[in-house]
T-cell receptor, first 115, second 112 residues
Framework: AQTVTQSQPEMSVQEAETVTLSCTYD???????LFWYKQPPSRQMILVIR??????QNATENRFSVNFQKAAKSFSLKISDSQLGDTAMYFC????????????FGKGTKLSVIP | DAGVIQSPRHEVTEMGQEVTLRCKPI?????LFWYRQTMMRGLELLIY????????DSGMPEDRFSAKMPNASFSTLKIQPSEPRDSAVYFC??????????FGSGTRLTVV
């Protein structure tokens, strides 16, 4: 079974600064996907960024980028130029590349952006 | 497309009552998932359907929980009888290979 670990329950960052959220995972599979989801107080689950394990290049979406270290099974999220609207819970998630497409989530990191 | 639609958004019920949560997935998505979110256990998969067929219900906590998908555009999650420990946010999500996952807005269930 796959597991996802987020070791930082809470973090804070000053507006306009950069913050990195950590995620590690455990799997014996080689074909999989990794995701970061954002859950603001509205509780909507919003996809932030996605990484295919077979791609060596780190995914980037505007101010959001990942550092994917496959050998270390690490998948951290970097948020640049933090904005107040980035305040939310962030969940790291894993999905196998074939089969059920179910997501396995970490416990989440609560990020607060301070004005 | 209006996305994945869940109803109700909030539900408060008394212990012992039957609760039914509803979900309309995105048209054309082949898979539908029910997740439960609690502070203690985070987000857990309860059950998923592929082409309306239940594939894996190993996450359903006990026999009080049941889920159906009578057609491609509708699914229900039923709890009978409900208990206070069932209080949580229940998410429905649908998925296809091309577009990936889309979550509904969730139903916050409170059992008193």
């Amino acid at each position: 079974a796959q597991t996802v670990t987020q070791s930082q329950p809470e973090m804070s960052v000053q507006e306009a600064e950069t913050v990195t959220l950590s995620c590690t995972y455990d799997t014996s599979e080689n074909n999989y996907y990794l995701f970061w989801y954002k859950q603001p107080p509205s509780r909507q689950m919003i996809l932030v960024i996605r990484q295919e394990a077979y791609k060596q290049q780190n995914a980037t979406e505007n101010r959001f980028s990942v550092n994917f270290q496959k050998a270390a099974k690490s998948f951290s999220l970097k948020i640049s130029d933090s904005q107040l609207g980035d305040t939310a819970m962030y969940f790291c998630a894993f999905m196998l590349g074939a089969g059920s497409y179910q997501l396995t989530f970490g416990k989440g990191t609560k990020l607060s952006v301070i004005p | 497309d209006a996305g994945v639609i869940q109803s109700p958004r909030h539900e408060v019920t008394e212990m012992g009552q039957e609760v039914t949560l509803r979900c309309k997935p995105i048209s054309g998505h082949n898979s539908l998932f029910w997740y439960r979110q609690t502070m203690m256990r985070g987000l857990e998969l309860l059950i998923y359907f592929n082409n309306n067929v239940p594939i894996d219900d190993s996450g359903m906590p006990e026999d009080r929980f049941s889920a159906k998908m009578p057609n491609a555009s509708f699914s229900t999650l039923k709890i009978q009888p409900s208990e206070p420990r069932d209080s949580a946010v229940y998410f429905c999500a649908s998925n296809d290979r091309l577009h990936g996952y889309t979550f509904g807005s969730g139903t916050r269930l409170t059992v008193v």
